[in-house]
């Protein structure tokens, strides 16, 4: 069965640091776009950066310059470096990625998500 695992969160005090990981597990062929989202108490679950396979990022303009997105194909591996974290960050972070796996007509690329994990930043 594929599943997304991720693992990084806690909390921190503002300015702090996290690194989240998700890694991606089970019977695929390859990985085409993965990324992070994350949803507050109350809000809509939001975009906070993806990356390509070949290594292209992109960012929410929240984030831009604080967290850095990268991925490790080999390990089938996403990371989110969040630095210079606010309370504003706080939220559940969820790992999605588009895997390409084995179907019974051949392969098929399929969304997946991560069971999220929380990031809480408070002094």
């Known amino acids: 069965q594929v599943q997304l695992v991720e693992s990084g969160g806690g909390l921190v005090q503002p300015g702090g640091s996290l690194r989240l990981s998700c890694a991606a597990s089970g019977r695929l062929f390859s990985i085409n776009v993965m990324g992070w989202y994350r949803q507050a108490p109350g809000k809509q679950r939001e975009l906070v950066a993806t990356i390509t396979r070949d290594g292209r990022p992109n960012y929410a303009d929240s984030v831009k310059g604080r967290f850095t997105i990268s991925r490790d194909n080999a390990k089938n591996t996403v990371y989110l470096q969040m630095n210079s974290l606010n309370p504003e960050d706080t939220a559940v972070y969820y790992c999605?990625?588009?895997?390409?796996?084995?179907?019974?007509?051949?392969?098929?690329?399929?969304?997946?998500w991560g069971q999220g994990t929380q990031v809480s930043v408070s002094s």
């Open positions: 999605n990625a588009d895997l390409v796996v084995p179907t019974a007509q051949g392969r098929h690329i399929v969304g997946y």
